[in-house]
């Protein structure tokens, strides 16, 4: 499927800056932007999954076993 995307020429430097960080990770200028879609909602769910992770059981919830996860990986 193709796609086309009109750019404002205000922003016409900000595209050349997308495609020369896409070409960095050899991707396509679709994929780089659903790729970084994604880690902008990873992102987003960061907060909520630390807090998880501090106290997992922290709703009451009762015979869950609770699986200890490294918080490294989500630190920025």
């Known amino acids: 499927m193709r796609t086309n995307i009109v750019i404002d020429d ?5 595209w ?8 960095q990770l050899n991707m396509k ?4 932007i659903i790729f970084c ?10 907060d909520k999954i630390l807090e998880l992770l501090n106290d997992p059981l922290k709703d009451g919830l009762k ?4 699986i200890k996860a490294s918080k ?4 920025s």
């Open 10 to 14: 205000e922003l016409k430097e900000k």
């Open 16 to 23: 050349w800056e997308i495609k020369r960080e896409a070409d």
């Open 29 to 32: 200028i679709g994929e780089y």
């Open 37 to 46: 879609h994604d880690l902008r909602i990873k992102t987003k769910n960061k």
């Open 63 to 66: 015979n869950i076993d609770a």
């Open 72 to 75: 490294s990986m989500w630190k």
